[in-house]
């Protein structure tokens, strides 16, 4: 018999890791959105419940609509869904909120539906969801939500995700900052081309970045954590990140950077005592300046999301 | 009894490889100098003999005598060595003839002397040759001529080489259409800006390479041997470069490119016989043309420099 409803995780995700603009995500393992989805013989998408964020429920301005009535015009089935949202993660935070609903919804679907569909064309549904979020239909934050671990989009035309392996002592440590800077206005400061001098630099840390991932080398991932194009311009943004980034390598962080376009910050660490400590160091500077946060330490999360 | 003498092979590299401008390199195993380095007790470098290339012997106007100077100056050995160079890779060709010389050069002093020096300072050392060459102390030919396999230039300052495994059955082909381009004049017509949207394909592009590499993916290889930034620009300068890439994918290669600042071009493939087939395409296309040529098949050499 086939399931008629699945409860799933939808893990929050990391974009850009420094290096890896727009190509790079990671997926992590203690937060993320839980969803219920339902098959229903009424035709389309419907959100019937949403929890803990301030977010529409019309279904063609909710990321997780507008990402399931792309599956479903991609699909033959004859009936409609019915989606129940608990958002964990804070809209605008800067760790794939967004993305979390919208690759939770069509995975699910496809759960219910019994795979019709690759775990690329489902990031291509849910990159729908991202184009309604933010303007652009990225694959930085859908791709690692969905395949779990590390992803790097080599291409968008033809779309071509890339999973690259998580090295297994591997944290991250994420503080957001409780301040709105919105993907779209973020997007909007950077400039529009770079030096081919920044650029070089750029391309030899992401190549260390990838190989210290599969050689499992901590530091050369430490090493390799430097963005020499947009950290500069977008960490004005994000009050207190020069500090934040002194103390995390203080407390013994392989390196640390913007998540996606923030306002969080993310550090990862070797081992889980070190990102604890990451977390005090990241609560210190904050508790200094005065700014309400929140601190996720979390390991990587290799499966992507996950039924419930 | 310390060695007074000794013979090495010096492997011709390819740099850039498509996406990794100025950062990626890799060492051939079927193509490279030879040469006999000698412990003497006078102070300093001299060339007492250079067959196969016509080149100056004057040790400052040398690049294995400045490279060797270089080490010299580094090291407390109260002699001098004497170096006789056998040239197999032809000036100017693009596939390292400079960096073979200075990185073997210093490889076999530091193996007269008892290996005093890491593979890295030797990677310093040998750039000096290359500075001397082209004007600028880039290290993506020598670090592959001297650690062997891929190397990626994480960085120069400091200097971080980052050594990438390469898959079994990679074949690479290159082809030495007989013209002159100058390492210089092909450096000085790029561009000194990309846009941002060219970069981040470039960066995915590197991405997606390093990680085919370790996960020995042909294909994704293959898909990642692209070059949205220098080749446009310095094809031009190539007869006939247009024709080798179309006729080289017909053969069954993986993908190629510009090797180093060319004229040769290179190309990967899986398997020998698949390089061979290549081979005979790239020859086709400059008989036609009617410009002499030379062709390597070769699998890659992963030890780098080494003893004969």
């Known amino acids: ?47 019937t419940k949403l929890e803990g964020q301030d977010l529409p429920m019309e ?14 015009a991609n699909s033959d089935y004859e009936g409609g869904f019915e989606i129940e949202i608990y958002k964990k993660i804070k809209a605008g935070s800067g760790i794939g909120s967004s993305a979390a609903s919208s690759a939770g919804a069509v995975w699910a679907m496809n759960e219910l539906l019994e795979k019709p569909f690759s775990q690329l064309q489902l990031v291509k549904f849910a990159m729908e969801g991202e184009r309604l979020a933010s303007g652009v239909a990225h ?14 989009v080599r ?10 392996p998580a090295p297994i002592a591997l944290y991250a440590t994420v503080i957001h900052p409780q301040i709105e800077v919105k993907t779209s206005d973020s997007r909007k400061i950077l400039k529009t081309s770079i030096t081919m001098e920044t650029g070089i630099k750029q391309w030899g840390n992401l190549g260390g970045l990838i190989a210290g991932l599969f050689k499992e080398d901590y530091e050369l991932i430490g090493r390799s954590l430097v963005d020499h194009i947009v950290e500069p311009i977008r960490s004005i943004l994000i009050p207190g990140f020069d500090e934040v980034k002194k103390a995390v390598v203080q407390a013994g962080a392989l390196g640390s950077g913007i998540s996606g376009s923030g306002p969080s910050i993310f550090a990862l660490s070797e081992g889980a005592s070190t990102a604890q400590n990451v977390a005090v160091a990241m609560r210190g500077v ?6 309400d946060y929140e601190v996720h330490v979390s390991k990587v999360n290799v499966d992507g999301v996950r039924e419930l």
Chains 1, 2 share one sequence.
């Open 1 to 47: 018999m086939t399931k008629e409803e699945i409860k799933v995780f939808c893990p929050a995700t990391i974009a850009n890791i420094s290096c890896g603009f727009d190509v790079l995500g990671v997926a992590l393992d203690s937060v993320g959105d839980e969803m219920i989805v339902r098959k229903v013989s009424e035709k389309g998408v419907r959100i």
């Open 155 to 164: 291409s968008y035309d033809p779309l071509d995700i890339v999973t690259i």
């Open 286 to 291: 904050y508790e200094n300046i005065g700014i």
């Open 59 to 72: 279904t063609l301005k909710n990321v997780a609509g507008v990402a399931g009535i792309e599956l479903l």
């Open 139 to 152: 694959a930085d934050n859908v791709a690692p939500a969905l395949f779990g671990g590390f992803t790097l």
